[in-house]
């Protein structure tokens, strides 16, 4: 066991080593003051970004944002932007820079606003909202700092450090994510949430929602805990953070973050009609492991963060209900397969030219996906232990 940890902390080294030399740069750390505005459905703010480069020039993604200006230590830099592209000329200095970018827009895509439900949250991509690097293989730490009308309830990543009032009866809340983490995973929701806490050892869990009782929400979510302690005894890895949320938000939403997830509103009543429906609570969660955790080197390869957390969410299936439960979902998978591929659809998991997370590729990948990797970790996992729930994910990956 020793030797097999040091021969992954010299990979891990290696391939950090690879990372820099083939891109020149590597973002150490986002410092972000964000102000939506979500009667407008706007975003103005700041990011100080502390980033590794051995070049004059570094790049970041800006989405359609507008910038206001680039600077270090105060001074003013040279800068162009182009193909949601900006680019930042630097002078000769050190290694580690901090470089600190003003921003605005009115973003079409990365965040949804609902003026009339005074909700805001965000999805893919972290660039459409706030500057960053999209690439998933450059991961960093976060301090983010939400402005917000003081009535709203907030949820970001991390631990909520402070919350302080401000004039014109705003409120600003911090974050903290101390862990690095990849920036697609960065993100914030916020409406007029009623919340609901309880403690799992040491995580507490909370959950935020507008259209149902406290005694609903509760039902809602009662099997979180359970797939708290689910995942993690599957993974061999404790939870990462001090809290976990589940927000039910307003539209569609099915989008995990670092240390939260939001959910679509109509899901509670799904989960409320049926218990056995909470195959999206268990694959959103599953993602804090397989996914933000364990994280795919880039997004050609988004189909193992997908098909693992799907797997997963079915085995906690199995778990939960049983047997029988389990295999209807993986005739559910194998049923849609058959639809995309009867369809002419059925191509490969694998999309090289696919560098965005904000890429429309339609919804015969997710299909491919979710069923392709399910019914692929169904054999490979029954064929060892003759279920999918009873099997410890950490020891399999280490006797291979």
């Not at 502390?50 to 001074?75: H, M, N, P, Y």
């Not at 009339?116 to 690097?133: G, L, N, P």
């Not at 969410?313 to 058959?338: D, P, V």
């Amino acid at each position: 066991m020793l030797s097999m940890t040091k021969n992954a902390l010299v990979c891990l080294v290696l391939i950090l080593v690879a990372y820099v030399a083939g891109y020149g740069s590597d973002v150490l750390h986002y410092s972000v003051t964000l102000e939506p505005d979500i009667v407008a459905k706007s975003v103005k703010g700041s990011v100080l970004i502390r980033v590794s480069t051995t070049s004059t020039t570094v790049e970041f993604d800006c989405g359609e944002l507008t910038i206001d200006a680039v600077r270090e230590a105060a001074k003013p830099l040279q800068y162009s932007v182009e193909n949601r592209r900006l680019r930042v000329s630097l002078p000769a200095g050190k290694s580690v820079r901090e470089i600190e970018i003003d921003f605005h827009g009115t973003p079409k895509r990365g965040i949804r606003f609902f003026p009339d439900r005074q909700q805001v949250y965000t999805i893919f991509s972290t660039s459409e909202w706030m500057v960053c690097v999209d690439d998933p293989a450059d991961k960093a730490t976060l301090i983010f700092k939400l402005i917000l009308t003081a009535n709203l309830t907030p949820v970001a990543n991390g631990n909520l450090i402070s919350q302080r009032e401000l004039p014109n009866n705003k409120l600003v809340s911090e974050w903290r994510q101390n862990t690095a983490i990849p920036t697609y995973i960065f993100g914030f929701a916020a409406g007029p949430f009623h919340v609901a806490t309880e403690k799992r050892r040491n995580v507490e869990l909370q959950y935020l929602a507008t259209n149902y009782t406290a005694k609903e929400v509760r039902r809602i979510f009662r099997d979180t805990p359970d797939m708290l302690d689910f995942f993690e005894d599957r993974a061999g890895v404790k939870y990462a953070d001090r809290t976990y949320t589940q927000v039910l938000a307003a539209g569609g939403v099915e989008q995990e973050m670092s240390s939260f997830t939001a959910l679509k509103e109509s899901y509670g009543k799904q989960l409320l009609d049926n218990e056995q429906d909470l195959w999206l609570a268990a694959h959103e969660f599953a993602h804090q492991w397989w996914g933000n955790m364990v994280t795919c080197r880039d997004f050609n390869h988004f189909w193992l963060n997908e098909g693992i957390a799907t797997f997963m969410a079915a085995a906690y299936i199995e778990h939960r209900f049983g047997r029988e439960a389990y295999l209807r979902k993986i005739e559910t998978y194998r049923a849609n397969y058959e639809k995309v591929r009867a369809a002419g659809k059925d191509k490969s998991l694998v999309f090289p030219d696919w560098n965005s997370p904000t890429r429309k590729i339609g919804r015969s990948f997710t299909t491919r996906v979710r069923t392709s990797c399910t019914c692929c970790a169904r054999r490979w996992v029954s064929a060892r232990s003759g279920t999918a729930s009873g099997f410890s994910l950490a020891d399999t990956l280490g006797s291979q």
